[in-house]
C-alpha cells in the first residue's frame, strides 16, 4: 500500500498542490492514477467530473526525498479539496502490470482555485451543510453550558418556638418546712405544647386541605426521545439529524445501536453518513464494522450495503492505520487479498 498526500506548493497558489508519493515500487513514468471517492465509488475523470467508469490519468512522476511528486492544477484539485472529510482511493499502475491502491490524506494549507485573492487558507474541516449528498458531516463541537442549579421550593418547617413558661413557686415561711411543688404549672405547660403542636400541624399541613386528602402527586412528564432517536430520524432530513445526532457527542455503542435502528427502517443514507464520518475520525469499532459491511464474507445480501471485496479491503487498512496490531482486521485483509 504506498502512501499518497496532497501538499500545498511553496508559496501557497489556490488551485495548484503537491501530490506526494512514497512507498510506491513501480516505475516512476509512465504511471496511470485513478482517484475514487468512496461516497458513491465514482471516479474523477480528466475534466474534473465524478463519472461511473473507471478512469486512470498518464502521469510523470519526478523524484523527491521521500519518493516521488508531482504538481496538480485546478482539475485535480477543486474536486479533491471540495469535500475534505471524503475519503479517496488511488490506485497507481505502470506498464510492467506493477498496481498498488493508497488512501488520498490532504494537508492543512491545499486552495481550490476559488480561493484566489485571500489570503487565509482555508481550513481543512467543511461543515455538514456545504457537503453534497452523500457526504460525510463535520459537526463543530461546542461545549454545552452548565446545567443550573436546582431552585429549592419551599423551606424546611421551622421549630417551633415554645415560650418557657414559669411556675412561681409560693413564698416560703421561715419557721416551717417548704411544702412541695405544685404539678398544675406542669401540667398547664403540656396542654399549652399540644395546643401549639396542633395548630402548627393545621397550618402546615391541613391548611390547603381541609378535607384531610392527600396532596395530588404530580404527573411525570413524558421522557424526552433521545437525539439519536428513531422517532427524531424520520421528522426530518438524514443530513439534518446525523448533524443533531453527532453533535450530542454519543459513544460508539449508541453510534452503532442507531446504524442498526436506520438499516432496519430503510434509512440508508443516514447510516452511511454515520459510519464514513466515525470511519474517518478514527473511531477503530466503527471502522472495522464498516468493513464488514461491504466484506463478501460477512455482507448482508441485501439491504443498505452488499458485498464490496475493494471497499472492504480500503476500510481494513483504515483500521490498521490507527491500530496495526488489530488482529481482525489483518487477518480479513489477508484473506481478501489472496
Known amino acids: 500500500m504506498f502512501n499518497p498526500e496532497l501538499k500545498p506548493v511553496q508559496p501557497a497558489r489556490p488551485g495548484f498542490a503537491v501530490l506526494s508519493i512514497r512507498n510506491w515500487e513501480g516505475d516512476a513514468s509512465p504511471v496511470y492514477l485513478s482517484i475514487q471517492r468512496?461516497?458513491?465509488?465514482?471516479?474523477?475523470?480528466?475534466?474534473?467530473?465524478?463519472?461511473?467508469?473507471?478512469?486512470?490519468?498518464?502521469?510523470?512522476?519526478?523524484?523527491a526525498d521521500d519518493g516521488y511528486q508531482i504538481i496538480l492544477d485546478k482539475t485535480l484539485v477543486?474536486?479533491?479539496?471540495?469535500?475534505?472529510?471524503?475519503?479517496?482511493?488511488?490506485?497507481l499502475k505502470d506498464d510492467n502490470e506493477t498496481q498498488d491502491i493508497g488512501r488520498l490524506r490532504i494537508r492543512d494549507g491545499v486552495l481550490a482555485s476559488q480561493a484566489q485573492g485571500q489570503s487565509e487558507a482555508l481550513?481543512?474541516?467543511?461543515?455538514?451543510?456545504?457537503?453534497?449528498?452523500?457526504p460525510t458531516p463535520i459537526v463543530e463541537e461546542t461545549p454545552s453550558e452548565?446545567?443550573?442549579?436546582?431552585?429549592?421550593?419551599?423551606?424546611?418547617?421551622?421549630?417551633?418556638?415554645?415560650?418557657?413558661?414559669?411556675?412561681?413557686?409560693?413564698?416560703?415561711r421561715p419557721t416551717p418546712p417548704a411544702p412541695k411543688k405544685s404539678k398544675i404549672g406542669l401540667i398547664l405547660a403540656i396542654i399549652l405544647i399540644l395546643i401549639l403542636a396542633g395548630i402548627l400541624t393545621w397550618f402546615f399541613l391541613l391548611r390547603g386541605n381541609p378535607a384531610g386528602e392527600?396532596?395530588?402527586?404530580?404527573?411525570?412528564?413524558?421522557?424526552?426521545?433521545?437525539?439519536?432517536?428513531?422517532?427524531?430520524?424520520?421528522s426530518g432530513t438524514a443530513l439534518a439529524f446525523v448533524q443533531s445526532c453527532i453533535q450530542s457527542q454519543p459513544d460508539s455503542k449508541t453510534i452503532l445501536a442507531t446504524i442498526e435502528q436506520a438499516k432496519q427502517n430503510n434509512q440508508c443514507d443516514v447510516a452511511q453518513r454515520l459510519y464514513a464520518?466515525?470511519?474517518?475520525s478514527g473511531d477503530i469499532e466503527i471502522a472495522l464494522n464498516y468493513a464488514r459491511e461491504y466484506d463478501p464474507e460477512t455482507a448482508s445480501t441485501q439491504g443498505c450495503f452488499s458485498a464490496d471485496k475493494e471497499t472492504a479491503i480500503y476500510w481494513y487498512e483504515a483500521v490498521l492505520n490507527h491500530d496495526s496490531q488489530n488482529s481482525d482486521a489483518k487477518a480479513r485483509l489477508e484473506a481478501l487479498k489472496k
Not at 477543486?78 to 490506485?91: E, G, I
Not at 464520518?277 to 474517518?280: L, R, S
Request: proline share 16%; with cysteine.
Open 277 to 280: 464520518y466515525k470511519a474517518q
Open 146 to 172: 452548565p446545567a443550573p442549579e436546582p431552585i429549592k421550593i419551599g423551606s424546611e418547617e421551622p421549630e417551633p418556638i415554645i415560650p418557657e413558661i414559669n411556675v412561681d413557686e409560693p413564698p416560703q
Open 123 to 134: 481550513k481543512s474541516i467543511a461543515t455538514l451543510d456545504n457537503q453534497p449528498v452523500p
Open 38 to 63: 468512496n461516497q458513491d465509488r465514482y471516479f474523477l475523470n480528466d475534466k474534473g467530473e465524478w463519472v461511473g467508469n473507471a478512469f486512470f490519468h498518464q502521469l510523470s512522476l519526478e523524484d
Open 78 to 91: 477543486d474536486p479533491l479539496v471540495s469535500n475534505l472529510q471524503m475519503a479517496y482511493q488511488f490506485t
Open 214 to 234: 392527600p396532596a395530588p402527586q404530580p404527573t411525570p412528564e413524558p421522557a424526552t426521545p433521545s437525539v439519536c432517536s428513531v422517532e427524531n430520524m424520520k
